[in-house]
């Protein structure tokens, strides 16, 4: 299987080629750049060096969400245009999982955070079962005080993202017994380890209703909810 995956949901970029599993051309930066200018370059950049036509993919995979709203909305929009277009399968997975996926077969519970904002982050609880990376509680938005809580009677859990050094003094007061993660390249998201999570997955089912998993509305909807009934209707299309 051929798959093309692209990760555009935090400040990280990442695009990755993987056939069979093996990696075939990757790209990963960390530049705060504006990925609607820098995604299709970067995808165009890794086939050519690969010499794969677009017809020759059987799955795009993309990080779902959550994270930033802008570039969650630039990764999805991409991914369903080249699954429509070009007649492929299409498959989303957490960009939280992407994370937690760095720090392959590591024993106890892995927890990838993102900042939300306030003292509040985008979290994941995951932990490897022999070679499969499962999802021990829900992606979620919370008070990171929360969390922190919540875990710190777990004797083994690792917070991973490179958020975790503006939480750093927050977690090691109020999760004493966590880690945090201190290897950099487990904190970005990597295009091959998205596609590897990808590939074991289903493809989407309804193209048209795959959406970005944002896991919390952005203050303007909420605003807008408050003294508006869109019934079936979502606030973007509302307005």
Do not use: C
């Not at 909420?222 to 019934?231: F, S, Y």
């Amino acid at each position: 299987m051929k798959v093309l995956a692209f990760d555009t949901s935090n400040q990280a970029l990442t695009a990755a080629l993987t056939e069979d599993d093996r990696i075939i051309n990757e790209l990963i930066t960390t530049n705060n750049k504006n990925h609607s200018v820098t995604l299709m370059p970067a995808i165009q950049q890794l086939m050519a060096e690969a010499g794969w036509q677009p017809l020759d993919l059987d799955r795009i995979v993309t990080a779902q969400g959550p994270g930033s709203y802008t570039g969650l909305r630039i990764g999805v929009t991409t991914a369903k245009t080249l699954a429509y277009t070009l007649k492929k399968e299409l498959v989303g997975i957490s960009s939280l999982a992407t994370i937690a996926a760095n720090a392959r077969n590591r024993q106890g519970l892995l927890v990838p955070i993102f900042d939300a904002r306030r003292q509040n982050v985008y979290a994941g609880i995951y932990r490897w079962e022999q070679d499969t990376l499962v999802q021990a509680a829900p992606d979620r938005h919370i008070p990171l005080i929360r969390l922190a809580e919540e875990l710190s009677d777990q004797k083994e859990v690792l917070f991973l993202g490179t958020d975790t050094a503006k939480f750093r003094d927050l977690l090691a007061e109020y999760a004493p017994h966590a880690a945090i993660n201190e290897i950099p390249q487990w904190d970005v998201p990597h295009g091959s380890v998205l596609a590897a999570l990808g590939t074991q997955a289903e493809p989407v089912a309804d193209l048209d209703g795959f959406l970005p998993a944002y896991l919390k509305r952005v203050e303007a909807e909420e605003k807008w909810l408050a003294t508006h009934d869109p019934g079936d209707e979502a606030y973007v299309e509302k307005i």
